[in-house]
């Protein structure tokens, strides 16, 4: 009893734990709602502003909010969890889940959507929000914290990434020209779409902060006839890289280099970076600035590409704590403290929140289709918490919860930029 | 003697004011520069980075930076004008200039750009800084200060702006899709292009908050077919803008109001604000937003155009005195004070910079034939006051010192915005 109210007190804490009375008649729960954990979940639910979703409980019993069609049904095993749940609710939902604790029916991206929906609107406690500013509290991004941060999630082997990233390899928001494209040829536009708006000209060079599997430093390389220098410190992907530049016979145009960005040396007459800031943290951005101007000097050009956010906020806490340790998606003006202190002219900003959305869900239709490999590879509860990220992803996207910038710079007065935008749809 | 040290030591206060012997035989020097003025203003040019600009004293006396073809010369007609400009260039200046005290012989924007890169090399120190941030505190603001700000720039009469702003009467920044546009033909196409971009489509409602003198308002209206209730605070513009709706016979569709952006009341599709922001003070921008929030609801969208910077900084401080008082320009972080607070979804940020450059060059050619009329509205110093402020702009722009941000933005999670921007670029 003294844990189950301190739990509530936790999740709700700027309502005062109710007498259980004071429940019995209240017109918003459902009816036959009756056992105590069943009436705190109720109360869970109203305080998020009563979402479209069913529970149905370990004792058989069944809580929604009255009178609305539920999108979902979701199945709690056992009370210990759903007091997880209710205690901290942004973390142990997942885990459950993953943990194969909980099931749900229906669509997991539409109960995922309005859990972002529903907790947005529900008030913010001020003990709440300490509470995650805490748990947001990211795993510092030194040098060596970096390495370990990136080895957690991107050196889970190379032979897993490639069942569901399609052809490219390319694990970041590609580009849609067309609702109808398939995935390689979004992550090929992207590419494209990046290329062009960097305008890059046969013979120039380019610095890539993060490569990944190295996909588009190839395609530069390719496509537009420039030697690319790319950075990453994931030890499994640039061997990964590397074998592909040397199967193409383009070793000795695209380099890649086992480093940190803090480390780049030598000038380029462009700079990009696809995917790496989420991993970088805020408190760098001005020295990545910093990096990025000595590399390009006064006539240079950049791209930088990253997930962000609305406003500044912290990265949902189950992600940062299973999925990407350390990472954390900037709001605009934090992207800023990386050009503004080192006079950069913003030229262009492209929101392609729609696009991550319709990536996640290929990525997310191509795991499927391969989860009983995963489950091979790794366990049940691998695969779940995989889905979960995916998942919730496509929610983060649909909802605005995640936004995707992508920022075009200069130094401020290179003026050899083109006038207008037209050049990246001309056909 | 004393007044003089004094002088020096506001302009150049890390430098502790040298003796005489000094000066003797460093190379940089010009050589005949003998006198304590010239030697001033030779170690003035020293301290701006040296640059090519020769100026010739009162006395005779030629002062420039040893070896280099001077871009202009500038006459300078007395001690007390040179005085004036060593202990506060950047007012007394342009100052000078209006005041026919100074002559520019070689081009106005050529020297003026080679006076902004110059005082960018050179290093701030604190002194100048903190005197710089005490002369940019802006007029404030408040309704009633807004009113009277707004007066001193825009009410000095339709007909002196109706000399060089071109047919549209936009005293905003054009938009040129090729090079050889004219004025018109740009002013046009940036009004389209503000269109296309929020989609505007037949029977929709636009509220405009700031419309000069009604152009946009009446091409949304005729090319668009909505509804527009157009803000302003400026009584000349808005009785030229009602004149013109009605003698287009738009009275219907397109409403005038005189009142502030603050008192913006009623649900509108979309938000457009064109040239206002500069006006509006950093302090004032979260309100703003909640304006716009309230005015499109959760379905809506928005444009925002406006003059920034690539960092945060004062307005050049003559521009602030004598033209612009209570004027800012915000770096793109602090624009994000507006969108931020209330999640919207930035959705794309174009940097018209260089579009701006070239409608300054075009109302400075169209200013320089009409001046002869100009004088006789006002006088001489008024003229060389106004083709200051311009160049002054253009040199502004093309250095980016000034940037151009246009901004589109909507409700966090209003997902009918269009995946691509191609639509804009559609013949």
Same mark, same amino acid.
């Given at each position: ?13 700027s ?19 009756? #056992? ?13 502003g009563?979402?479209?979703?069913e ?26 969890t759903?007091l ?12 459950a ?29 001020s ?76 013979? !120039?060079?380019?610095?890539?902060a ?24 994931s ?6 890289a590397? !074998?592909?530049?040397a199967?193409l ?5 695209? !380099?890649?280099v ?11 007459d ?13 408190d760098?951005?001005e ?5 990025i101007?000595?590399?390009i ?14 406003? #500044? ?16 998606p900037?709001a ?23 696009h ?10 191509l ?14 509860k691998?695969v ?6 995916l ?5 983060g ?13 200069a ?17």
């Open positions: 009893m003294n844990a189950l109210d301190e739990s509530v007190n936790r999740a709700v804490p309502q005062p734990a109710a007498a259980p009375e004071e429940f019995a008649d209240r017109p918003s729960l459902a009816a036959g709602t009756r #056992s105590l954990e069943g009436r705190m979940l109720a109360r869970l639910l109203e305080y998020l009563n979402p479209p979703l529970f149905h409980l370990w004792t058989g019993e069944r809580v929604a909010p009255p009178g609305i069609a539920p999108v979902a049904r979701v199945r709690v095993s056992s009370r210990a759903l997880g749940i209710l205690a901290d609710p942004q973390v142990r939902f997942p885990d889940y993953s943990e194969g604790r909980l099931e749900i029916e229906g669509d997991l991206v539409q109960l995922l959507e309005t859990i972002y929906h529903s907790s947005r609107s529900a008030p913010q406690p003990t709440v929000r300490r509470l995650a500013e805490r748990l947001r509290r990211p795993h510092v991004n030194t040098l060596s914290g970096s390495r370990d941060n990136i080895h957690h999630h991107y050196d889970i082997g190379n032979d897993f990434y490639s069942l569901w990233l399609g052809q490219t390899m390319a694990y970041t928001c590609a580009y849609y020209p067309a609702p109808e494209a398939t995935l390689d040829e979004a992550q090929a536009a992207k590419m494209h779409h990046v290329c062009r708006k960097l305008r890059l000209r046969p013979g !120039e060079s380019v610095a890539e993060g490569c990944g599997w190295g996909t588009l430093a190839l395609h530069m390389a390719q496509h537009y006839g420039v030697k690319v220098r790319a950075f990453n410190i030890r499994e992907q640039v061997a990964f590397r !074998e592909r530049a199967r016979g383009l070793g000795s145009q695209v !380099e890649y086992l480093d940190d960005y803090r480390n780049i040396s030598g000038r380029y462009a700079f990009v970076s696809v995917g790496m800031l989420e991993h970088v943290g805020v760098n951005y020295a990545l600035g910093g990096v101007a000595r590399s000097g006064p006539r240079g050009r950049g791209l930088i590409h990253s997930i962000g956010r609305s406003q #500044s906020a912290p990265l949902q806490p189950w992600i940062e704590k299973r999925i990407f340790p350390g990472a954390y900037p605009l003006s934090e992207m800023m403290r990386i050009f503004e202190p080192w006079e950069f002219s913003v030229l262009d900003v492209e929101n392609l929140r729609l991550y959305a319709q990536t996640l869900r290929h990525w997310l239709e795991f499927e289709s391969a989860s009983g490999r995963v489950r091979e590879m790794f366990d049940e691998f779940r918490m995989w889905r979960m990220y998942a919730g992803s496509v929610a996207f649909t909802t605005g919860a995640l936004q995707l910038f992508q920022v075009v710079f130094p401020r007065d290179n003026n050899e930029v083109p006038m207008t935008r037209e050049h990246l749809y001309a056909r």
